[in-house]
């Protein structure tokens, strides 16, 4: 590991801006926080960029400072892993909007108090833009690839499109290059959730700690749900009791399901801030790669050296193969270099976090096929 001290784990960096943010308003400064793993070549063309997904952080290989478990992605980075550390120089930067180091609604605002509802809404390709600017700081002018799935997918496609001449490839894992209906309707109900917990107060819940964390979890139950596949809840759970031999015939979690996704929503209460999910939630909501490019995909990628990677699961029906395959045809129908595989595993969309071999496999040889 280099001893630069902008490398390493649990970074954080102000950077002085400002950031032009697609909502009209600007960012100054901008704070983000990071991690990297592995040692920067000297011309740092063996950079690889990971973003992560909505609920995900910058701490993908490395402990989690509040839950103390494993980093999201530990199984897939580091040492000899597919995203091979021993070989490339990796960099993991938390979302603007978010809530582990990056700007966000929690931050400080110019009067000393939290932004909460003043911050401005964002985009997925301001975190883009963010992104460019840590790159900067840390002086990677290219990237091997880009690496994302699901929101981190859309970043990276994002990424693709605006600076094409700044990634070499990019890899999208069970993404999508617009927000469906269904998407946006999931999400406006965890929204709604956090909003009509009374201890949401429009937001200004920081000063006395007591944050609504009861309609958060609620809102994480909701999307945990889309996460998982209907036979894979049938073969963890399917209509077992919890801890009982029978029917309460009362409100208690009866079934093992029902404890197991208020558990899902605790936990997630106590690590992440509800501002901060109604600001990406709506990031990904607004995010339609066509939109911004004269409303045909192809604009986007047209005229790209970029090479593509694009995987997705057969179980997964929030992000469906059929939302990759029309990423596929418009990057074929603007010459741009792809490939694509739909994988076989029965976790649904969660699958790009878990034990799922074979896509260990298409990751690493498309990272370095000379390996």
């Known amino acids: 590991m280099t001893s630069d001290q902008r490398f390493g784990p649990n970074r954080r960096v102000t950077l002085p801006g400002p950031l032009a943010l697609d909502g009209g308003a600007t960012l100054s400064p901008v704070e983000i926080g990071y991690e990297t793993y592995g040692t920067l070549e000297a011309d740092g063309a063996n950079t690889i960029l990971v973003t992560h997904a909505l609920t995900g952080d910058q701490h993908l290989a490395s402990p989690h400072p509040i839950t103390g478990k494993p980093g999201w992605w530990a199984r897939m980075v580091g040492p000899g892993k597919p995203i091979d550390t021993d070989r490339f120089f990796v960099v993991c930067a938390n979302v603007i909007g978010s809530c582990m180091g990056s700007s966000g609604p929690g931050s400080l605002a110019p009067d000393g108090q939290p932004f909460a509802m003043r911050f401005p809404v964002i985009t997925i390709r301001d975190m883009v833009r963010a992104q460019a600017l840590l790159l900067d700081h840390l002086g990677i002018a290219t990237l091997h690839a880009v690496v994302g799935g699901s929101m981190g997918g859309m ?42 917990d009374p201890n949401w107060r429009n937001g200004a819940y920081y000063a006395d700690g007591v944050s609504p964390a009861a309609g958060l979890a609620v809102a ?20 077992r009791l919890q801890a009982r031999e029978a029917k309460t015939f009362g409100f208690d979690a009866d079934f093992q399901v029902e404890s197991y996704l208020r558990h899902q929503g605790l936990s ?34 047209r005229g790209s050296r970029t090479r593509f990677c694009l995987v997705s699961f057969d179980t997964d029906w929030l992000y469906p193969t059929s939302e990759s395959r029309s990423v596929v045809h418009a990057l074929n129908a603007s010459g741009a270099p792809a490939s694509f595989v739909e994988l076989s595993a029965p976790f649904g969309h969660d699958s790009f976090l878990l034990d799922v071999p074979a ?13």
């Open 155 to 196: 970043q990276a496609l994002s990424w693709a499109a605006t600076f094409p001449e700044r990634v070499r490839a990019a890899v999208i894992i069970a993404s999508t290059a617009r927000h469906s209906a269904q998407n946006i309707a999931f999400h406006e109900v965890g929204r709604q959730a956090i909003m009509a």
């Open 359 to 371: 896509l260990d496999r298409v990751v690493a040889g498309f990272l370095c096929p000379e390996c």
């Open 268 to 301: 997630f209460s106590d690590r992440f801030d509800a501002n901060s999910y109604l600001y990406i939630t709506r990031a990904m909501d607004y995010f339609d790669l066509s939109e911004e490019h004269g409303g045909m995909l192809a604009n986007a990628f």
């Open 220 to 239: 994480r139950m909701a999307a945990h749900i889309t996460y998982l596949s209907e036979s894979g809840l049938t073969e963890k759970f399917g209509r």
